[in-house]
């Protein structure tokens, strides 16, 4: 058996590469609870951010002790990974009774775990307490899919959040290392969705390389700067923020498609999260949706017509 050597310069330089894909952490559900928390002190919309903080900590609690579920076929996965597909596939993968299971798992954790509840949300669990296997399918296909208008407003939350849930889950079957790096990905490339945010790390050896993270499994794989990364456009992105920046996000909007990406910057906001720090930057949306830039990615913890306030006009 030989190995190569490396020189000091060949190992520092190897350690010093950003990977190409990194794993969300194992407590991530709890890291988001903990930041929705801080998040809300003197927020205007602090009752929601304190209601994701709950909905985060159920998912944590499912996560750490999930329901016995059925394994993935294995075959399955490493012919995924091999023809360079992605191995949790949405469309694939909404046919496995396993996030319906993660689903009931997570509203019996929820409701334990939150004694008073307002009544909308006491109905909307009610409603997908009481929904067959096939609406349920019906509604997670459209969010999923990005037909927001299908699906219940109400129901929004706390549905993204147990797919958010079931496929964290099922991450755990993947090996990073056989994820191989490809140019250009625009989608997740462990389940294949849209990212929510990117992020701009700060921290060796990921310093100022950004990645996106995926709306749905949260893995981040990492995608270079100064691009669209809807129509790959390099021409002139603008970063638009309000002047203090909170959360340490700016929007990277790109003249060609009309789009826009959040990205955090986390040397502004160094224990920001992406899907956290989307919710608490609404008003910065709403700034853009005025001077017709569009949101092009979800955010599954956000009822697409508004966020529990009445009279909002954004879809
Ligand atoms: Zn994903
Ligand atoms: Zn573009």
Same mark, same amino acid.
């Given at each position: 058996?030989?190995?190569?050597?490396? /020189?000091?310069?060949?190992?520092?330089?190897?350690?010093?590469?950003?990977?190409?894909?990194?794993? $969300?952490?194992?407590?991530?559900?709890?890291? #988001?609870?903990?930041?929705? @928390?801080?998040?809300?002190?003197?927020?205007?919309?602090?009752? =929601?951010?304190?209601? %994701?903080?709950?909905?985060?900590?159920?998912?944590?609690?499912?996560?750490?002790? !999930? $329901?016995?579920?059925?394994?993935?076929?294995?075959?399955?996965?490493?012919?995924?990974?091999?023809?360079?597909?992605?191995?949790?596939?949405?469309?694939?993968?909404?046919?496995?009774?396993?996030?319906? +299971?993660?689903?009931?798992?997570?509203?019996? &954790?929820?409701?334990?775990?939150?004694?008073?509840?307002?009544? &909308?949300?006491?109905?909307?669990?009610?409603? %997908?307490?009481?929904?067959?296997? *096939?609406?349920?399918?019906?509604?997670?296909?459209?969010?999923?899919?990005?037909?927001?208008?299908?699906?219940?407003?109400?129901?929004?939350?706390?549905?993204?959040?147990?797919?958010?849930?079931?496929?964290?889950?099922?991450?755990?079957?993947?090996?990073?290392?056989?994820?191989?790096?490809?140019?250009?990905? +625009?989608?997740? !490339?462990?389940?294949?969705?849209?990212?929510?945010?990117?992020?701009?790390?700060?921290?060796?050896?990921?310093?100022?390389?950004? =990645?996106?993270?995926?709306?749905?499994?949260?893995?981040?794989?990492?995608?270079? #700067?100064?691009?669209?990364?809807?129509?790959?456009?390099? #021409?002139?992105?603008?970063?638009?923020?309000?002047?203090?920046?909170?959360?340490?996000?700016?929007?990277?909007?790109? !003249?060609?498609?009309?789009? =826009? %990406?959040?990205?955090?910057?986390?040397?502004?906001?160094?224990?920001? *999260?992406?899907?956290?720090?989307?919710?608490?930057? %609404? @008003?910065?949306?709403?700034?853009?949706? /005025?001077?017709?830039?569009?949101?092009?990615?979800?955010?599954?913890?956000?009822?697409?017509?508004? *966020?529990?306030?009445?009279?909002? /006009?954004?879809?």
């Amino acid at each position: 058996m030989s190995s190569k050597i490396l /020189e000091p310069g060949e190992i520092e330089s190897a350690a010093m590469t950003p990977p190409f894909v990194q794993m $969300p952490p194992a407590d991530l559900f709890a890291q #988001r609870a903990t930041r929705f @928390d801080s998040l809300s002190v003197g927020h205007p919309m602090s009752a =929601y951010l304190s209601l %994701l903080a709950s909905i985060s900590r159920a998912q944590q609690s499912v996560l750490d002790a !999930p $329901p016995s579920l059925p394994e993935l076929n294995a075959t399955h996965l490493s012919a995924a990974l091999e023809h360079d597909m992605p191995p949790l596939a949405v469309d694939t993968l909404l046919h496995n009774s396993g996030w319906q +299971t993660q689903l009931d798992a997570w509203l019996e &954790a929820f409701t334990k775990q939150n004694e008073s509840l307002p009544d &909308a949300v006491q109905a909307a669990l009610q409603q %997908l307490r009481q929904a067959d296997a *096939e609406q349920r399918r019906t509604w997670a296909t459209a969010l999923l899919g990005g037909r927001f208008s299908e699906v219940p407003e109400a129901l929004v939350p706390f549905l993204g959040a147990a797919l958010q849930l079931a496929w964290r889950h099922w991450l755990k079957a993947i090996d990073v290392e056989t994820i191989r790096e490809r140019e250009d990905q +625009t989608e997740c !490339p462990c389940c294949g969705s849209l990212p929510v945010a990117g992020v701009i790390h700060q921290r060796r050896p990921m310093d100022g390389v950004r =990645y996106l993270v995926c709306s749905l499994c949260a893995t981040e794989w990492h995608y270079v #700067r100064l691009k669209c990364s809807h129509c790959r456009s390099t #021409r002139e992105l603008d970063y638009l923020h309000f002047d203090d920046s909170p959360h340490g996000i700016k929007a990277e909007a790109c !003249p060609d498609c009309r789009t =826009y %990406l959040k990205q955090l910057y986390l040397e502004i906001a160094s224990d920001g *999260e992406a899907v956290t720090a989307d919710l608490a930057s %609404l @008003d910065l949306d709403i700034r853009l949706a /005025e001077q017709d830039w569009q949101r092009r990615t979800p955010n599954l913890l956000l009822a697409p017509g508004s *966020e529990g306030s009445e009279g909002s /006009e954004e879809k």
